[in-house]
């Protein structure tokens, strides 16, 4: 059993797609559910190994700096199970929401959105990471113009063109590490980093933070994500939010942390991280469709991650994997719960929802749910991690960060509230015959069950996540073991 | 050094055309131009005086009189990433041409900056 | 306005970008892992031509992700692209010397591909190279004649099969070997075709798939009318 199994396996299952999707179209369909129960397995026996040490796979047996290798930390064990589980969920959900044609086409991109998410976590070099990057973005953009209609293709071309930038700064980025350092494996640029002038290693860090922060929806560099969510099929926003964002921002986490560890550049991130939160939550407010709200909203959580990144101590670093978790989770179910009621009302806009949780109950309560725990209400999960961050930030002293932070919540807890309101206490009550299908069902549930879980055993999950931010933040055993294994 | 100098003009022309101009194809061109800017930087960054490409086909053939074989690798994979790009560009500027029965982006609704 | 705008905020980027070239050394021999690929291709892969041993055995892993991207880009353009009814080239058909001397070309244009992407561990060239090629020569029959029809079924099943013989390569690697994409085959003498193990075969691999895909890509494009 190796790490590599993560990126062989589904591309495998991949090439095999349109060979089956020549014999029957409904085998298609459980391709993608059997490769991530495959992986389930895989990292589940995987995560008990790599939380203790670290595994180097190397690839083709040649050693790093030479050859590219694996890096399977507790961190990478960490995002890597994530993906994977709601891989799976996302994948159940889909089952039955996409009816479109060409589904053979929809899976096998899918497949390969999550599969490029996993790789940008897994690698342990520089130029590899930028592949997998493309991987990522080519299918993003192929599944956000996926149902073909004019707002579709339009969201899909603004996201391609600031996506090309974003590819063009980390290339030039990896292109100037190159030059300087003539190595890519990211271990051993870490130890030769100091030899670079400062000027040029700024610069590199410049490039770096605008291409991937364009990624991770950074201010400024959001403005493709609301179109991009809310034109994309519900599973695909779903995606986007839960896993392809917290794998590029694990990405400049680990660039940062590695090899630019200034002062400055955390206080930096400390500040965007401030201004994308307030900027992203205040837009939410104003937002008449449900699914670009919840694009705002996620803008605006992952704020809060890269305050928690940019404060840089233990607790908030692992507070922020907390966050992450949590809103990979959350964020899902939101996704989940709001493609089924755009479905069922038939219009995107917020205000058609009126009445929907008398006629649609359990999509209606899932939403619910959603909107109640990503608040951070007790006792649901969204409340611990939201607690940890606020309390580390605290303890570094930031009490004006703590006291936007605080107002963001109760702004986010107002636009929240105003939609579940308007399921539930609106007496003029929409009827409609469909009904949500099993599976989607299933898969919300699945999801409620372990934000139920996490928020009554909390320290479960951040027993976990203790080595992983301790992987983070110490420099030097990751050099050892990505170079010397 | 004439190399490097090129490269960025071929980088930031490309990034003008694809802020400044208002039709869709020439915005695409502008995205392959930034493509091979930056692909000509990276060879440049390769190359060294008075050497030969880093094949051994002859004997005599010595590795200390060939350039450096590894930008030129990874411009091998960044071209096909470039063309992937470009080819989804195309085709969802053909989407847009196929909504819209237009290619300026001043009558694209939200393409607007 | 918005062209003083992007001049100015271009003439910044370009300042930083040439100020950090500058300091850098050029026409410097290789050093680093550059230096190491040259001094090793021969003993460790056994190919003479060190892009081919960096691009498909050093860091193969990248290339399968580069076959990957394109095979991605040729679903997502059949995906935004896709219409039920079904579309035709809008092409006239060309004057008759353009398409008797097409005839001619295209079946030579595909040898030199195939001739490319077999002699990749030997010459400069190599699977993307070759594919690019043959694509090129059936783009010139979708040139000239109006009526020129690739097979699709033919087209989808040799894309898969050449992309699972290459993570096939791969996994054998894992099983019979150390590692993924790890040389299970010996190395033979250099410069000879039939050296390199594995190289040549994923090569083959990634020339057919480049090849149907870049095809299949062009198709697409061209058929705008609806039919």
Redesign the interface.
């Known amino acids: 059993m190796?790490p590599?199994h993560f990126?062989?396996i589904p591309?495998?299952a991949?090439?095999?797609?349109?060979?089956v999707g020549?014999v029957s179209k409904n085998l298609v369909k459980l391709i993608p559910g059997i490769v991530f129960l495959y992986l389930s397995y895989v990292a589940i026996t995987l995560f008990p190994i790599g939380i203790h040490k670290p595994i180097v796979?190397?690839?083709?047996?040649?050693k790093a700096?030479?050859?590219?290798s694996l890096y399977y930390g507790p961190l990478a064990a960490f995002l890597t199970t994530m993906i994977t589980l709601i891989g799976f969920v996302i994948w159940l959900y889909s089952y039955k929401f996409i009816i479109r044609?060409?589904i053979e086409?929809?899976y096998?991109?899918f497949m390969?959105l999550i599969t490029g998410s996993t790789?940008i976590v897994l690698t342990g070099d520089v130029?590899?990471l930028f592949?997998?990057l493309?991987?990522t973005?080519?299918?993003a953009?192929?599944?956000t113009?996926?149902l073909?209609?004019?707002?579709g293709?339009?969201?899909?071309?603004?996201y391609?063109?600031i996506g090309?930038?974003s590819?063009?700064f980390v290339?030039?980025a990896?292109?100037?590490l190159?030059?300087?350092?003539?190595?890519?494996n990211m271990a051993d640029i870490a130890t030769k980093i100091s030899s670079v002038?400062l000027?040029?290693r700024i610069?590199?860090l410049i490039l770096f933070l605008m291409g991937l922060g364009i990624e991770s929806e950074m201010f400024p560099l959001n403005g493709w994500a609301p179109?991009a969510y809310s034109q994309a099929p519900s599973p695909v926003g779903a995606v986007f939010g839960g896993i392809v964002v917290k794998a590029s921002i694990y990405a400049l986490m680990r660039l940062i942390y590695l090899m630019f560890e200034f002062q400055s550049v955390m206080h930096f991130l400390v500040i965007m991280g401030v201004i994308t939160m307030l900027i992203a939550e205040m837009s939410a407010m104003r937002q008449q469709q449900i699914k670009r709200m919840l694009a705002f909203s996620s803008i605006g959580q992952m704020g809060l991650v890269i305050i928690a990144f940019g404060v840089g101590t233990e607790p908030s670093v692992r507070a922020a994997l907390f966050q992450m978790f949590n809103h990979a989770l959350i964020k899902s179910l939101l996704f989940f719960a709001a493609g089924y009621l755009v479905f069922h009302s038939g219009s995107k806009k917020i205000s058609a929802l009126d009445g929907l949780g008398h006629d649609k109950p359990i999509t209606s309560f899932f939403f619910a749910f959603g909107a109640l725990a990503i608040i951070g209400l007790p006792p649901f999960s969204g409340f611990w991690s939201k607690l940890y961050v606020l309390l580390s930030v605290a303890n570094s002293g930031l009490f004006a960060a703590v006291a936007l932070i605080l107002f963001s919540s109760v702004v986010e807890a107002i636009y929240y509230l105003r939609v579940v309101s308007r399921l539930y206490f609106n007496t003029e009550v929409a009827t409609d015959v469909r009904r949500t299908p099993v599976s989607g069902l299933v898969a919300m549930g699945i999801l409620t069950l372990v934000i139920l879980f996490v928020g009554f055993y909390p320290n479960l999950v951040l027993h976990w996540m203790t080595p992983a931010a301790n992987e983070l933040l110490n420099k030097a055993a990751y050099i050892k073991a990505g170079l010397f294994h | 050094m004439i190399y490097f100098i090129t490269s960025v003009v071929l980088i930031l022309t490309g990034m003008y055309a694809v802020l400044v101009k208002k039709n869709l194809i020439k915005i695409v061109i502008g995205l392959s131009i930034i493509d091979s800017g930056v692909h000509l930087l990276m060879i440049a960054i390769g190359y060294v005086k008075n050497a030969t490409a880093p094949i051994f086909s002859k004997p005599g053939l010595t590795a200390d009189k060939m350039v450096d074989p590894v930008p030129q690798a990874l411009v091998l994979t960044s071209i096909v990433i470039g063309l992937a790009v470009t080819a989804v560009a195309l085709s969802l500027v053909i989407r847009l041409y196929d909504h819209h029965k237009t290619l300026d982006i001043n009558k694209i609704r939200k393409l607007k900056w | 306005m918005r062209k003083v705008i992007a001049i100015l905020l271009l003439a910044v980027v370009g300042y930083y970008i040439l100020g950090t070239l500058l300091n850098l050394p050029f026409g410097q021999k290789a050093t680093g892992v550059g230096k190491y690929y040259l001094d090793s291709t021969i003993k460790e892969t056994g190919t003479v031509n060190t892009v081919t041993s960096i691009v498909v055995s050093y860091r193969g892993f990248d290339t399968l992700g580069e076959v990957t991207v394109l095979f991605l880009a040729a679903t997502g353009l059949g995906a935004i692209l896709f219409d039920k009814k079904g579309k035709k080239r809008s092409l006239q058909n060309a004057s008759l010397i353009v398409k008797t001397s097409s005839k001619m070309i295209y079946p030579l244009t595909v040898l030199l591909g195939a001739y490319v992407f077999v002699h990749g561990h030997l010459t400069p060239g190599g699977g993307f190279q070759g594919g690019a090629i043959i694509a090129t020569g059936t783009l010139l029959m979708f040139m000239a004649y109006r009526s020129f029809e690739t097979n699709h079924t033919a087209l989808t099943i040799i894309e898969s099969l050449a992309g699972l013989t290459f993570v096939s390569i791969g996994i054998s690697g894992l099983i019979w070997g150390y590692s993924f994409l790890q040389n299970i085959l010996p190395l033979g003498t250099p410069n000879e075709l039939l050296s390199g193990g594995i190289i040549p075969l994923i090569y083959i691999a990634v020339g057919f798939k480049v090849g149907a895909e870049l095809t299949t890509v062009l198709d697409t494009l061209l058929k705008t009318i609806k039919g």
């Open positions: 190796s590599v990126i062989a591309l495998f991949a090439f095999l797609i349109p060979l020549k796979e190397i690839i083709a047996g040649f700096p030479f050859g590219i044609e060409p086409k929809y096998m991109l390969m790789g130029f590899n592949v997998f493309e991987i973005a080519i299918a953009y192929s599944l113009a996926f073909r209609d004019k707002d293709a339009e969201a899909a071309f603004k391609l063109l090309s930038f590819s063009t290339l030039l990896i292109v100037l190159y030059a300087n350092v003539h190595t890519l002038p000027t040029t610069f590199i179109d």
